[in-house]
Every structure is written in C-alpha cells, then in structure tokens.
C-alpha cells in the first residue's frame, strides 16, 4: 500500500522561511499526482492552502507556494508569522481513484 | 456562501452502524464531486471515500480500511450527502468531516466543521 510521507515537525523562526516535503514510500511525486496542502489548527476544519502543485486556494496569502522540489511535492512557507503555526497535511491523487492524506507536519514557529 | 453541515454522529458499540448526513447549501451540489475525510482522536487526516456527481456516473471510491463497510451515497434533490458505516470497530473512533472535490484537479474544497464518531461498548 502507498504511504505518502512527511516530516512529523518542523520548526522556523518568525520571519524566516521554511519548506515542508510530502514524499511517497515508493516513487516519486509528479504533477500528476495533482499534489495538495491543508492548515489544520487544533479544534478546526482543515483550510485549503494550494491545490495542483502550486495554485493557492482563494484568500491564500502568497507567503506559502507550493512546488516540484526533487521527486517530492513542496510547501514553502516565507516570511513565517506566529498564526502559521499549525498542521499541515499535503494530499495525492492516486490513479487507482482514491486520495492519500500524508501524515502531517505540526510546524512550531519560534 | 457555500456551507456544509455534518450530522449524525454519536456513540456506537462496536458491530454497529451509523450513518451520517451532510447538507450542503450555497453551491451547485448535483455538479459536485463530494469526500468524506476522518480524523481519529489526536491523530492525522484521512481519507475515507468519494462520490461522483452523476454525470460522472456518480460511482464511488473508497480507502482501503472502510472498503466493504462504508458507503457513500448521495439525493441531490434533497443537496445532501451521507456515510452509511457498517461494522464498527473502535478504530473508526473519529470526527467525519464532508468535503467537496474538485472535478480535474482533486483537491478539497470546502470542508464542514466535522460530527464526531465515538465506537466503544
């Protein structure tokens, strides 16, 4: 069974930049897997940051971007701010029909 | 405004069954694609399963852990999407959030605010 991967944690300095990965067990990650990213702060509905790769959902602000870097999917947080701090998960589109979440990176700004 | 409203959620015994109901309002829901996404106590994101809008067949997809137990319908007339969960075990303690999915592109949409699955005897 597919395992998409991601760092457990991370941590950035205010102001500083940071990138998150999100990797498979087995192979790598294209744009045709139409990668996507989601904020999770603790007790909310997930929020939708960038979809396709490197499209920012609607209100996004243009801090996080979303890439190819290597054979993983990318989100790159620049200029970090205190209310980034949250979980982030990115999302695979799977050939077979179904969607795999990875793990998730709860990112501590400090 | 689009918005989704889960319902339904509750304490179950192991064995049992539950299901769940999602209304929508605010966008076109017979076009849409719709998801349900779990997520255990303490733990990460998940995907559960998918439905097409009916010109896409309105088939069905599922994660492999609920593949046989779960199924996700939905009545357009009615802008509402459901979860019928058989076979309850514990590890499908978790709060049910629906979700729209994008036609092409695949990514969430909008999501509700999640109903609460609790499976213990």
């Known amino acids: 069974q597919t395992v998409v991967t991601q760092e457990p944690s991370f941590s950035v300095s205010p102001g500083g930049t940071v990138t998150l990965t999100c990797g498979l067990s087995s192979g790598s990650v294209s744009t045709n897997y139409y990668p996507s990213w989601y904020q999770q702060t603790p007790g909310q509905a997930p929020r939708t940051l960038i979809y396709s790769t490197n499209t920012r959902s609607s209100g996004v602000p243009d801090r996080f971007s979303g890439s190819i870097l290597g054979n993983k999917a990318a989100l790159t947080i620049t200029g970090a701010q205190a209310d980034d701090e949250s979980d982030y998960y990115c999302v695979l589109f799977m050939g077979s029909g179904i969607s795999v979440f990875g793990g998730g990176t709860k990112l501590t700004v400090l | 405004e689009v918005q989704l409203m889960e319902s339904g959620g509750g304490l179950v015994k192991p064995g049992g069954s539950l299901r769940l109901s999602c209304a929508a309002s605010g966008f076109s829901f017979n076009n849409a694609w719709m998801t349900w996404v779990r997520q255990a106590p303490g733990k990460g994101l998940e995907w559960v399963g998918r439905?097409?809008?009916?010109?896409?067949?309105?088939?069905?997809d599922y994660a492999a852990p609920v593949k046989g137990r779960f199924t996700v319908s939905r009545d357009d007339s009615k802008n509402t999407l459901y979860l019928q969960m058989n076979s309850l075990n514990t590890e499908d303690t978790a709060v049910y959030y629906c979700t729209t999915q994008a036609r092409g592109s695949y990514y969430l949409g909008y999501w509700g605010q999640g109903t609460l699955v609790t499976v213990s005897s």
């Open positions: 439905i097409k809008r009916k010109t896409d067949g309105g088939t069905t």
